[in-house]
């Protein structure tokens, strides 16, 4: 039996819980969530897109997060 794909809910709180790749700290100034586009989606098996901005480095990183809620990438 398939796991239900996660909601925008729990997308948003993975993207915030895995540290920035740059500095390692938590805190995010901004964190947006979208659903994956048809490409990303068919190209990556992603679901959710998040793009999260550090608030101590101000890297600007990328997340793709697939339905059970598992990182594909991140950059």
Request: aromatic share 6%; with cysteine.
């Amino acid at each position: 039996m398939a796991a239900r794909p996660i909601t925008l809910a729990r997308a948003q709180h993975i993207a915030r819980s895995h540290p920035c790749v740059r500095c390692g700290e938590y805190s995010f100034k901004k964190v947006t969530v979208k659903r994956a586009s048809d490409a990303h989606k068919k190209e990556l098996n992603v679901s959710w897109h998040a793009v999260r901005v550090c608030g101590i480095c101000h890297t600007r990183q990328e997340l793709g997060l697939d339905a059970e809620g598992d990182i594909v990438y991140e950059g």
